[in-house]
């Protein structure tokens, strides 16, 4: 039986159920002098590469596209407690990308949900249900203003409704990028450091037009691993981290790390959905 935690909660009940309802939670959550550590660490990092791209999705964890400057986000006390009040105890790091457009850019999605990974026939319709339990969060940690994540509220919870199904046709997964707008679809505009927590099952998209400004946010999943896992769970390619990897990051990155291959050994399940969520991260973040 799982012992009762002595950990205060962050959130109040009110929030709990608001992120629980509407399938989203907006919190302040790093400082100014954070957010201008992680904007160097960024530019920094372009810098050493020599990395040109207008656009880009970095997966920051991974050996070969580290950004080591950043990667101590995932052991932020602020974003873990968020979890742990929203999924449970003994979180897990999953995805962790950083979403990377020039001013000029044109970023646009379809809306969608996060089943892209998972065969059609294989996508269960309980799980848009007030009864599933959802065990994934997923967040975008904005270093600059970032108004390009929409989400349909409550969307998580219920099948897809008329306007919706008109434009998704006779998929849950994703509606074509040039569909109509939806009448629910809310956009959520961020300033650095504000946090947004979101279930991606939810009916949601990156959409930022021709952006105006730089877009630099660092996007991340967890998982507990006191639940079964979303088939969301397993993002990040576990099989990248060598010991010799392992060994080269900060201490607290490198347990984070621990946990995660730790979680994915017990749940071997979501490996084959693994190559099918990195096929849709290269396509849909090329630049254009
Ligand atoms: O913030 C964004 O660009 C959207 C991210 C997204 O839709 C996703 O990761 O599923």
Redesign the pocket.
Same mark, same amino acid.
């Given at each position: 039986m799982t012992q009762p935690t002595l950990r205060p909660s962050v959130l109040s009940d009110a929030e709990r159920a608001f992120f629980r309802e509407q399938g989203y939670l907006i919190r302040q959550t790093l400082d100014e002098a954070s957010v201008a550590r992680y904007v160097s660490a960024v530019e920094a990092s372009r810098r050493e590469r020599g990395e040109t791209q207008q656009m880009s999705n970095l997966q920051f964890l991974q050996p070969g596209k580290a950004i080591r400057g950043i990667q101590d986000i995932v052991c932020n006390e602020d974003i873990l407690a968020v979890c742990h009040d929203l999924l449970g105890e003994r979180i897990v790091v999953d995805g962790a990308s950083l979403?990377y457009g020039e001013a000029g850019v044109d970023y646009r999605?379809g809306w969608h949900r996060?089943v892209l990974q998972v065969p059609d026939d294989q996508v269960d319709p309980s799980w848009f249900s007030p009864d599933y339990h959802y065990n994934y969060v997923?967040m #975008?940690m904005p270093l600059t203003t970032d108004g390009?994540?929409w989400i349909v509220p409550g969307s998580h919870r219920r099948q897809l409704n008329a306007e919706e199904r008109a434009i998704f046709g006779n998929t849950e997964k994703m509606a074509p990028v040039d569909a109509p707008e939806l009448g629910e679809g809310r956009q959520i505009v961020l300033n650095p450091g504000e946090a947004v927590f979101y279930n #991606?099952y939810a009916v949601?998209?990156?959409y930022g037009g021709v952006l105006k400004d730089r877009r630099i946010?660092i996007?991340m999943g967890f998982h507990s691993a006191e639940h079964a896992p979303t088939l969301h769970f397993g993002v990040l390619d576990h099989t990248e981290y060598t010991l010799e990897y392992l060994a080269s990051l900060e201490p607290c990155v490198r347990e984070a790390l621990r946990a995660h291959l730790v979680e994915r050994a017990r749940h071997p399940e979501v490996n084959v959905f693994h190559a099918y969520h990195q096929q849709f991260l290269q396509k849909e973040f090329k630049t254009t």
């Amino acid at each position: 039986m799982t012992q009762p935690t002595l950990r205060p909660s962050v959130l109040s009940d009110a929030e709990r159920a608001f992120f629980r309802e509407q399938g989203y939670l907006i919190r302040q959550t790093l400082d100014e002098a954070s957010v201008a550590r992680y904007v160097s660490a960024v530019e920094a990092s372009r810098r050493e590469r020599g990395e040109t791209q207008q656009m880009s999705n970095l997966q920051f964890l991974q050996p070969g596209k580290a950004i080591r400057g950043i990667q101590d986000i995932v052991c932020n006390e602020d974003i873990l407690a968020v979890c742990h009040d929203l999924l449970g105890e003994r979180i897990v790091v999953d995805g962790a990308s950083l979403f990377y457009g020039e001013a000029g850019v044109d970023y646009r999605q379809g809306w969608h949900r996060d089943v892209l990974q998972v065969p059609d026939d294989q996508v269960d319709p309980s799980w848009f249900s007030p009864d599933y339990h959802y065990n994934y969060v997923q967040m #975008n940690m904005p270093l600059t203003t970032d108004g390009c994540l929409w989400i349909v509220p409550g969307s998580h919870r219920r099948q897809l409704n008329a306007e919706e199904r008109a434009i998704f046709g006779n998929t849950e997964k994703m509606a074509p990028v040039d569909a109509p707008e939806l009448g629910e679809g809310r956009q959520i505009v961020l300033n650095p450091g504000e946090a947004v927590f979101y279930n #991606n099952y939810a009916v949601h998209r990156g959409y930022g037009g021709v952006l105006k400004d730089r877009r630099i946010t660092i996007h991340m999943g967890f998982h507990s691993a006191e639940h079964a896992p979303t088939l969301h769970f397993g993002v990040l390619d576990h099989t990248e981290y060598t010991l010799e990897y392992l060994a080269s990051l900060e201490p607290c990155v490198r347990e984070a790390l621990r946990a995660h291959l730790v979680e994915r050994a017990r749940h071997p399940e979501v490996n084959v959905f693994h190559a099918y969520h990195q096929q849709f991260l290269q396509k849909e973040f090329k630049t254009t």
